[in-house]
């Protein structure tokens, strides 16, 4: 049942990001990816690597406590952001520093893709300001 409720959209990522990190993973050049002299088709080979990262995110962010149906309500959290579409790799300690200055953080997740983030703030009211501060800056090349 939950998985039926899920949405998905919630989860998009970054094409770019979703094939460096995949490359990183295989240690390949992320032309070998979408070469399409290859011989595969490499849209089918990137929609194969965004549903694997998906998959694997979904599991970590379940193995750290969230609830993914929360992500198909319309309800929303006061205190958590998704923070989406940043560069691969971007680390734990980076998203951080983005979000102290706001105030005080209670958890950050970023799953082993680093494709995205969770950002969950003590106080309503910081997490509003940091949302405020970070919402449509960009995050390294992203």
């Known amino acids: 049942m939950a998985g039926k409720e899920f949405n998905w959209s919630m989860l998009y990522m970054n094409s770019d990001a979703v094939a460096s990190s995949i490359a990183d993973r295989l240690n390949i050049d992320k032309s070998s ?24 995110t979904k599991a970590y962010l379940e193995s750290q406590g969230v609830d993914l149906t929360s992500f198909g309500s319309r309800v929303r959290s006061d205190t958590i952001i998704l923070v989406k579409n940043i560069p691969y790799g971007t ?32 106080k309503a009211e910081e997490a509003q300001k940091g949302f405020k501060a970070v919402a449509y800056r960009r995050l390294g090349n992203s």
């Open 33 to 56: 990816i979408l070469n399409p002299e290859s011989g595969d088709n490499a849209a089918v080979k990137l929609a194969l690597a965004e549903t694997h990262i998906i998959s694997e």
């Open 91 to 122: 680390s734990t300690e980076q998203i951080q520093e983005l979000f102290e200055p706001s105030g005080a953080l209670k958890r950050v997740l970023v799953p082993p893709a680093g494709t995205m983030a969770i950002v969950e703030f003590e």
